[in-house]
Structures are given as C-alpha cells and as structure tokens.
C-alpha cells in the first residue's frame, strides 16, 4: 500500500485530522503528479524578497530567483534587537513541539552541583565546555541551566543547535536571527561580524560537532557571549588559547539510579530488581539514559504480568484477548538491559513501530508529529513520539525529535531498515507535496531542514528532483542557506541523472545566485554561464536573461572590489650613457614575471666609441588588443598575454655608429650532417647489395647428396620455365604454346639475354639493358628457338653454340650489383 500523501487541494491538513492517504488502487503516478499542482499554485503567494548584502533577492519558486543590486537608502542599517517578550518567543519556537498525550515528566538527578558551578561560570562571563557521553543527561542540564541565566545577559538566553555544523558561519547568522528583528534581512560577512560583536547574551550551544579553529573563530567573533558548550569525548578539543572552562559529566551512582527507575516505574523495586539494577549500572556505566530504557522494560514487564491492581481478582471475559492462565515474564538479561532497543520496539503499539522504521530509513531522523498520520496511514500515528520518547528510544536535537544514541543500529540489525527505500521515497514525495503547499510557511519548512535533507538523500531521482525543486525556494526564503546549498546540489546531480535539462538549468542558476550574494565569484560564474547554455539549448529567453542579468553583476562585482589582477606592465628603464672603453651588457632574459606582458620594452645600448652622445631608445611593441581600461574576464587576460594574431612592432631605429660586422655560423654542423648523409647512403647500398645478392643465388640443395652443379651456365642452355625469365616463375600452361621469338609483338624480339649475365628475378620496374648488353657493330644476332618436345620436359635440348667464346660466369661484386 502506498502511503504517499495524495490529495490534490492545495490544504494543508492538521495534525488531528489528516488527509486520507493514496489508496492502491490509484495509478502509480497519482502520488508523484499530485504535488504538481501545489507548485504552480502558490508561486506568486511564496515569493519572497530578502536583503543580502549589497543585492536585493528576489525568491520565484517558479522562474527562478532574480538578483539586483540593492537600492540607495535601503537595508545597511542594524535592524533593532528583540525585547524581552520577543526572546520568550523565540526560545519557546526554539524547544521542541509539544507532543500529545500525557507529558513525559523531566528528571535531572546528582546534577544539582554542576547546575550551580555552571551558573556561577556563566554568571562571571566565563564560556564552559561540558563534555560527556551520549545519554549522560547534557541536554536535560542545558534546560536547567537555561532556566537558572534568564536575566543574567542583556540579550537574554540563546538556544541554538550544532548538530550538522563544521563550520561557524550558519551558527554566527542563527544567532544574529534570534537576537535582531531581521525576518528578511541575511547580511553579508562583514556587516555579520560587525553586528554580532554588539550581541551580549548568554549562549547554550548543544550537540557541538566543531573544536579547533573554527570554535576559535566562533569564540572571537562573539567577545561578549558567554558560551556553555554541550559535546562528545569524540569531538575535537578547543585550542589553548580558547580560555575555555572545562568539565565533565559523568555517570550516576548506585543509589540515584535505583531512585531514577523507582521513579521511572512509580513504585519501589523488590531484591531482585534492585540487584538487576545494580549489574545493569555496572555494564552501562551508570548513563542515564539506560535507567530510562530499563524503567520503561519494568513499566511493559508489569503490564504483561497483569501487576495492576485488580487486575489478578477479575475473571476474563469471553472476548478478552488475555489468556486465563498468563505465564509471568521475568526480568531482562543484563544483555537485554544494555542493548535494549529490540526488546522495547516489540510491545510499542503498531504506529510507533512504523515510526521507527521512518526514523531507520530517514539516517536517525524523526519527523515532525503532525506528518506521521499521511506517512504512516494512521490518524492517531502522532501519539506515537510520545510513546517513544517515554520508552527512552528518542532524544530531543533543537526543534526536532531523532533516534537515541545507539538505537539506530540496534533496530537495524532487528530488520527494521529493511523497508528503508520505500519509507525514504514515501517520505520524499509526500514532503515534495508539504513544502510547495501555499499554507506552509518558509520557518516551518526550515525547522524541518534535517528530515528533509535525509528524505532527499535516500529517494530516487524521480522523487528527489521534485523535492528539490519546491524546497529550495523555501530554504532560501527563511535563510538557512546551508541547507539551500545541499538541496540545490543534490537536485542538480538528481536531475542530471533523471535527463531533466530544465530542472538542471534552474538549480544551476540558483547556485549561481547563492555564490553571488557569498562573495564567490569564481564559482558564480560557472554556475551561471552553465545554466545559460542550458537554457539556450531550451530555447529559454526569459531564463537566459535572467541570467545574463546575473553574470553581469558577477563582472561589476569583479570591477568593483576584487577584480581580476591585470597583466604585469613594464616601465623603460633610465640607463646612464656607458663610458668610452666599456664594452656593452650582456644580454639576459627577462624574469619569469615579465612572460606575461602585453608590452615588450627594446633597449638599444651605446656602442664604445662612438663619437656621438649616446643616448638609449626604447620602442614599445605595440599591444595587441588595445583597451582603455583593464581586462575584466580571463578571456581577456590570456587573449593580451597569449595573443592569437600578434601585431609587429614597429621597426627600431639603430643608433648612430659602426655597423657590426655579421656574426659567421661555424662550418661544423654542415660538415658533420654531410657526413652523416654519406654513411647513410653507403650503409643503404650495402643492405640492397646484399639482398640483390641473396635472391640472384640459384637453389641450392639442402643437402649434399646430390651432384655439384657448376655456376658457369651452358651457352645456349634454357632454363625450365618461361623462356627469358629466371626459374622461379611457373612453367607454362601444357595446352597454351610458347611464345615465338620471332614474333615482332612478343618481348622475346626485342631483347635477347646475355649468357654472361646470371638470371634477373623478374621486376615491375623497366629493366635497362646493361653496357655488355649493347648489341655488337656486326648485328643483332637471331635468338635460338627451342626445339624441345614438349614444355615439361626435364632436360633441356642443346642449341647451336654461339662462335662468341665463354667466359666462366663470377660472382658479382656488391658495388656492381647495386
């Protein structure tokens, strides 16, 4: 059954009377087009004009925000501070939501010296670091404390919340909201600092994830706060020069965690339970939060065994679901009591087990009570973080509920993030729905910033685009814009997945317009000029000006204060004339910086003895691209440094004096390459000698059984094969005759071999008859034709000798053959 919130009214249902959830029966994509409407509907209600810096932002949920710079006469000055009655509100909005059903009674035993030594430090303006482990009670001794420091501070008592926090900035802007009545005013860095050192008031910090520099910076920034620093072991230490109090809460003593379970279960416990509680605060350290788990298995232990009164006298009835003859349920083990989670999930009612699986696949994170009814599918599901709060698996984190330290991974290794992407895709859409509703306001959606975030990391892209797309506007809006940044970049990797080029192009924007108003023009930049190709590959007029508007105040941005450095300009030197005698400087290469200039200065130095006064000149090059004013971009910057079509310079007039006579090359580079040409012919010959050589050799028998052949060829002897070739080519076809030589047409007719020459291997190339080739002065002489039988025959048939005497055929030379 999907759970997903699918009503298509633009109404926001309360927490008593939820909307029905979308049956199965719907069509899959009822639940996911359901909040399209909700986004085009309140636009133009939610959009939102803020003050930040020295721009006026405009939030358009639909078009995009649009920025501009920020009107004479408007914003620049402080914003008034809240009085006492708008600090009760604050820190009343800033305590986590009511819950109903029964109040779960708050109990702060063995802490009452800590209370008043951390009153005493703050009342002295001393900032204190209270460290102790998960479940030791710090957050129930902050609201104590905070009780205790009401007029101690003009500014009052400030609750604020690290969890999630690295860096001091988003911390320093929540301060200064809760002091100042700036609900739509974000300044920048410097008017920030400058406002917060004025802020004197007494700051609670819990669930500090940051120490080292960072604290440092947040401590300087605040001279006159007053700081109690709630933190784990595990977090990194303040500096030495922090000047930071230190102390350590630590466990509780047998006697106040027998009390804390009597108080826990509201009645007195028997030996055995007394002795269990005992081991129990020996495994666990005494950490309170564990004597609240183990009150509340003793609570669920009593109403199985049927201790209530009355209940042991009464008879079942017929349709009583309890058996007559109940089996009694002993004590916990010891290990049952120090990893409890398991055991208290299984008797919680239904809801607060489908709450627990939301908080599994969600990272930890509970939503908000009045959302359980749409994601659980059950109306009375928000009586459900009462129920779990008592059962000690849930801890109060600034505004918000989430699962105790521990349980998380207890209840996974129990099955119950099994479901995990399901619950995250449930969660994801029906918060895409909640956040574009028009009755939902940017603060609300803030303070569910947390389960927001992690509904968007679990979702599939599909989801998670739509989450994006209407909660970032709303981010933006109430300025918490950490929490803009992470959404607007895991949309745009969402969208990129998705295919989705019109959504990419409108986070890409927005994190264009977040850069801008932070001061990071770089990254401004290349937000903005990807989200115009983009809309231009849409055709997106409107959008592609929007922001063309916005690279535009990018470059006055870079004008105005941080410009980009423009190119190293070199001044002519003043030389002194060189005396007569002197001979000139050196020529040296200019430094490493001077590469980059759009000019060039030439000296031209005085010759010694020259009879006219010397007097140095100097010729700029003139630049390539010529400006009145300094590169703006680094297109510009790399196009005078690094120009593409460079201009000549003008011609330099030589100074008046004996011409030098023309520096000669040496002749040793010509000889040594003449050199080097002639070993290479010599060594190309040697390798055609030898492989002319080695093909012109005839066959060779492999071995030497055979009769030795003589080299000296028989005069007038053919050798098988086609006559006039050598013997490597096919004989002729049986049926096919030989070709006459006296035929005028055939090759046979025009060249006659030399019985002197050995046989050529046949070539493509036109063959040149060789010197002793020449016909002789008393004629040609008529070739001998064959007279054989047939054309296969082995032997050859002898011919009429020539009266030209024999020479014994030699080997030729390499040089000859070559």
């Given at each position: ?34 909040p399209a409407p909700a986004v085009a509907g309140p636009a133009v209600a939610r959009v ?451 295919g989705e080029v019109a959504e990419q192009a409108y986070f890409h924007h927005e994190l ?218 096919p004989a002729p076809d049986p049926g096919t005759p030989a070709p006459d030589a006296t ?76």
């Open positions: 059954m999907d759970r997903t919130q699918g009503q298509p009214e633009p109404v926001e249902q309360p927490a008593t009377a939820p909307a029905p959830p979308a049956t199965a029966s719907a069509p899959p994509a009822t639940a996911s087009a359901a939102v004009t803020l003050t930040a810096g020295d721009f006026t932002l405009t939030v358009n949920p639909v078009d995009g925000s649009e920025i501009e710079p920020r009107r004479p006469g408007t914003g620049g000055s402080a914003p008034a501070k809240r009085d006492a009655a708008g600090r009760a509100a604050r820190h009343a909005a800033a305590r986590p939501p009511v819950l109903p059903g029964p109040a779960v009674p708050a109990m702060l035993l063995a802490r009452e010296e800590e209370r008043e030594r951390l009153v005493r430090l703050l009342g002295r303006g001393r900032s204190v670091r209270l460290t102790g482990p998960a479940g030791s009670g710090r957050s129930s001794l902050l609201d104590a404390v905070a009780a205790d420091c009401t007029r101690l501070a003009p500014d009052g008592v400030v609750r604020l919340s690290g969890y999630g926090h690295q860096q001091p900035g988003e911390l320093l802007h929540a301060l200064y909201a809760a002091v100042y009545e700036a609900s739509h005013e974000r300044p920048e860095r410097t008017q920030l600092l400058a406002r917060v050192r004025d802020i004197g008031a007494i700051v609670l910090l819990d669930d500090l994830e940051m120490g080292g520099a960072a604290l440092d910076e947040l401590l300087r920034a605040t001279p006159e706060c007053a700081y109690l620093l709630a933190t784990t072991p595990d977090t990194r230490a303040p500096s030495d020069d922090s000047h930071l109090e230190e102390m350590f809460l630590g466990g509780l003593g047998g006697a106040d965690c027998v009390e804390l379970l009597e108080a826990g279960t509201g009645r007195a416990l028997t030996e055995e339970e007394a002795a269990w509680a005992g081991d129990l605060r020996f495994a666990s350290e005494g950490l309170p939060l564990r004597f609240v788990q183990a009150a509340a298995l003793l609570r669920q232990r009593d109403e199985r065994n049927l201790s209530s009164a009355g209940d042991e006298d009464e008879e079942p009835g017929v349709f009583e679901e309890r058996p007559r003859d109940a089996a009694l349920i002993p004590l916990p083990t010891l290990a049952e009591g120090a990893a409890p989670a398991e055991l208290l999930a299984s008797r919680v009612s239904e809801s607060a087990r489908a709450a627990l699986r939301i908080a599994c696949a969600l990272g930890g994170e509970l939503p908000h009570h009045a959302h359980l009814p749409a994601l659980v599918g059950d109306t009375h599901a928000d009586a459900a973080v009462a129920e779990l709060l008592g059962c000690g698996l849930l801890t109060p984190v600034g505004t918000r509920y989430r699962l105790a330290a521990g349980v998380a991974r207890q209840l996974e290794e129990a099955g119950y993030g099994d479901t995990a992407a399901e619950e995250a895709r449930t969660a994801a859409r029906h918060y895409a729905w909640w956040t574009g509703h028009a009755s939902v306001t940017p603060e609300r959606v803030a303070a569910e910033a947390d389960a927001v975030l992690a509904a968007l990391a679990g979702a599939d892209v599909v989801a998670a685009v739509l989450l994006a797309r209407t909660a970032a506007p709303a981010f933006a809006a109430s300025r918490h814009w950490e929490a803009w940044e992470r959404v607007l970049r895991s949309g745009a990797e969402a969208a990129r997945k998705a264009g317009v977040l850069a801008l108003c932070e001061g990071r023009l770089d990254r401004a930049r290349a937000e903005l000029e990807a989200s115009i190709g983009l809309k231009g590959a849409l055709a997106d007029k409107r959008g592609t000006v929007a922001g063309r508007r916005a690279l535009a105040l990018v470059a006055d941005r870079e004008k105005a204060g941080v410009e980009v450095s423009p190119p190293l300009r070199l001044e002519p030197p003043a030389l002194a004339p060189a005396p007569a005698g002197t001979s000139p400087a050196p020529e040296t290469s200019p430094p490493a910086g001077a590469s980059t200039a759009a000019e060039a200065v030439t000296t031209v130095l005085p010759v010694a003895g020259a009879s006219a006064a010397p007097a140095a000149q100097v010729a700029p090059v003139v630049p390539v691209i010529g400006r009145s004013e300094a590169p703006t971009t680094l297109t510009e910057v790399f196009e005078e440094a690094f120009p593409l079509d460079p201009k000549p310079a003008p011609p330099v007039v030589p100074a008046a004096g004996p011409a030098r006579a023309p520096r000669r090359l040496p002749l040793r580079k010509p000889v040594l390459l003449a050199a080097a040409g002639a070993l290479t012919v010599v060594a190309l010959g040697t390798v055609m000698a030898l492989a002319m050589s080695g093909s012109d050799d005839p066959g060779t028998p492999a071995g030497g059984d055979g009769p030795a052949a003589s080299s000296t060829p028989t005069p007038g002897a053919s050798v098988p094969g086609v006559p006039g070739t050598s013997g490597n080519d035929d005028p047409g055939s090759p046979e007719s025009t060249l006659s071999p030399d019985p002197n020459q050995p046989p050529r291997p046949p070539s493509r190339k036109p063959v040149t008859p060789p010197p002793s080739q020449k016909p002789s002065p008393d004629g040609p002489k008529p070739p001998t034709p064959d007279t054989s039988p047939t054309p296969s025959a082995p032997t050859p048939t002898p011919t009429q000798p020539d009266p030209t005497p024999t020479a014994t055929a030699t080997p030729a030379s390499p040089t000859a053959t070559s």
